[in-house]
């Protein structure tokens, strides 16, 4: 197997119990995500999609099977030290209760650039923390460092989430309903900041109820249904023409859904076109 083709993450057997008198969260969980994709998990409320998010990221751990992040398994939290690669970070629902709001931006973002490269000098920090303002469209990045969680609107606070996320330069990131909190009209550039991630090589597991927006961001659709993958393919294919009945509903309910996937169906059927008249 050459470096390329080894995935970027495995579960293989993974379950998770929380209560031994309640069904599993999760069970029977086999997936491999290769380097570089954006996969949704989707599936409805207590379907188990945090669940496999938090066991990513080391927030919590599963009562059987494996997995691995960057080939190997996630460290719990609780265990980590200072300066230790973490190859997976999350991006939360609501930043807001993970943001402290009497410290900086700038200050923040240094705080978490400090854990992961502790050798750092304080040019090194500042330029670090520049550039991860910049990179998730928080330009110019002087104009924010000062800021407080309070001084800024929603989407841009979920911006500096996602900031903090990649201060340790993480090759996962796993977003859980990143954009369920925010103003309609911002969710749209919050994905499509995620989608940028995707081209610079990071993997990301992006988690939500809103196929719509699955359809949108997704290379690979994962179903979760009461704690099992019912349903695993391109969006295309597993929104588009859904084989599980659960997934059917899950369609169904969502308004609009055929509309945005059918900007990819005409993409196609243009495409077919056009080769018909070049014969
Ligand atoms: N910390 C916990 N303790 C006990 N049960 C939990 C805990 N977290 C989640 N669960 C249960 O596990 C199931 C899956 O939850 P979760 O992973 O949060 O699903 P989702 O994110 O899809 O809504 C639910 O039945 C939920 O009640
Ligand atoms: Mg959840």
Known sequence: ??????????????????????????????LEIAEGTIVAV?????????????MLVGLTTPTAGEI???????????????????????????????LNPSQSIGFQLAEVHRVAHPNASRAERADAVTSLLERVGLRPADAYLRRRPDDLSGGQRQRVGIARALATDPRVIVADEPTSMLDVSVRREILDL???????????????????SAGYLADRVVVLHRGT???????????????????????????????????????????????????
Do not use: C, W
Request: hydrophobic share 35%; aromatic share 4%.
């Open 1 to 30: 197997m050459t470096a390329e083709s080894t995935p970027m993450i495995v579960l293989r057997g993974v379950e998770k119990r929380y209560r031994r008198d309640a069904p599993p969260a999760l069970a029977g969980i086999d």
């Open 42 to 54: 989707v599936g409805e409320s207590g379907s188990g999609k945090s669940t496999m998010g938090r």
């Open 68 to 98: 691995e992040v960057a080939g190997t398994p996630p460290e719990p939290v609780s265990r980590r030290r200072r300066g230790r690669e973490r190859p997976a970070q999350m991006v939360f629902q609501d930043v807001y209760g993970s």
């Open 194 to 212: 995620l989608a940028g991630l995707r081209d610079d090589g990071v993997t990301v597991v992006y988690i939500t109820h809103d196929l719509l």
């Open 229 to 279: 993958i019912v349903e695993d393919g391109e969006p295309d294919q597993v929104l588009g023409a859904p084989q599980h009945p659960y997934t059917q509903s899950l369609a169904a309910a969502s308004p609009g859904l055929q509309l945005e996937l059918g900007h990819d169906a005409l993409a196609a059927t243009d495409a077919a076109n056009d080769e018909q008249d070049e014969r």
